[in-house]
């Protein structure tokens, strides 16, 4: 009896023990594969982004991008012809807030199918149909090279004043994002832009206050 009892045992073991292995292995090839329910494949990742989107939406990114790249090309110029300790620290955080914004950009567009604003702000922009003189803070070639050409003190005055025209640019247009807009992450940038530059407005008034008041 005690024998019949034991095998019975070891047989409802061995039962067990496969079941177990057999969930295991469902397991393991769900996380292995890709191929469980919960995972995206590119091409569903690459639908979500071009979904919900509207002419804003396209119309931001493609406004932005050249006016952002306009802001670095200002940046740059800081970092050699600036005197101010603290306007060449203003130029690389602008720098380095607003190229990857660029980027984030582009990979929506491209997702939308939309063209990607190429060359230089204030020239030729390709394949995009707006022209830089209508978007809000836009500096033109004049004022570019009025930047170009100043250096020292005269350079941090200019580029303050010039930047703080600009950024109120960018808020101008966010805000308009914002209002009009559909795509959730550019709505999210935008507030996000209306944020740090406006804090950064108030930044550049300050120091140009007191760049005046030294001169």
């Not at 090839?29 to 919900?52: C, R």
């Not at 306007?87 to 984030?104: C, M, S, Y």
Request: hydrophobic content about 35%.
């Amino acid at each position: 009896m005690t024998s019949t009892r034991s095998r019975i045992r070891r047989a409802a073991l061995g039962v067990t023990a496969a079941a177990a292995a057999l969930v295991l292995a469902a397991c393991g090839s769900d996380d292995g594969s890709g191929t469980s329910t919960g995972d995206s494949s590119p091409s569903q990742t690459a639908e979500a982004e071009a979904g919900a989107h509207n002419d804003q939406d396209v119309s931001f990114a493609q406004d932005m991008i050249p006016h952002h790249q306009q802001a670095i090309q200002m940046s740059r110029m800081a970092a050699t012809q600036a005197s101010s300790a603290e306007v060449k620290d203003l130029a690389a955080r602008i720098e380095k807030a607003q190229d990857p914004e660029i980027e984030t950009m582009t990979g929506w567009l491209k997702a939308w199918g939309e063209d990607v604003p190429s060359g230089m702000p204030g020239m030729d922009h390709g394949g995009h149909s707006g022209d830089s003189s209508d978007m809000p803070g836009m500096m033109d070639s004049e004022d570019m090279d009025k930047l170009m050409d100043a250096s020292g003190a005269a350079f941090d005055t200019i580029f303050l004043t010039m930047m703080i025209e600009h950024h109120e640019g960018a808020v101008e247009m966010s805000t308009t994002e914002k209002g009009e807009g559909e795509y959730g992450p550019a709505k999210q940038l935008a507030d996000d832009i209306i944020a740090s530059q406006t804090a950064e407005i108030a930044e550049m008034k300050q120091m140009l206050g007191q760049s005046e008041g030294e001169n």
